[in-house]
Nanobody, 114 residues
Framework: QVQLVDSGGGLVQPGGSLRLSCAAS????????MAWYRQAGGKQRELVAR???????IYGDSLKGRFTISRDNSKNTVYLQMNSLKPEDTAVYYC????????WGQGTQVTVSS
């Protein structure tokens, strides 16, 4: 059974950093396109970043430069490094296996507040 476990969220002050992790229990992890999404209260879930098995990445609007997605295929893990965090980055962040597989992590809360 496929399982995605999201971790690393928390409370951080504006301008701070966090690194999220997503551990995937799935065979052939290296072949999956992985992504991070986020959902703030009362808003639709939005794409944060997506990464192919070989490491090519794309980012949601205005996030490139502050956020970096990466993966370690030897550990079946995808990461999201978030720097220069702003209050508007506050949301629940979800890991996702893209495409037909369509699996979601349980989410991890990120709160940016002074």
């Amino acid at each position: 059974q496929v399982q995605l476990v999201d971790s690393g969220g928390g409370l951080v002050q504006p301008g701070g950093s966090l690194r999220l992790s997503c551990a995937a229990s799935v065979s052939l992890f290296r072949f999956y396109v992985m992504a991070w999404y986020r959902q703030a209260g009362g808003k639709q879930r939005e794409l944060v970043a997506r990464i192919t098995g070989s490491g090519s990445a794309i980012y949601g609007d205005s996030l490139k430069g502050r956020f970096t997605i990466s993966r370690d295929n030897s550990k079946n893990t995808v990461y999201l490094q978030m720097n220069s965090l702003k209050p508007e980055d506050t949301a629940v962040y979800y890991c996702h296996i893209e495409g037909a597989a369509d699996y979601w992590g349980q989410g991890t809360q990120v709160t940016v507040s002074s």
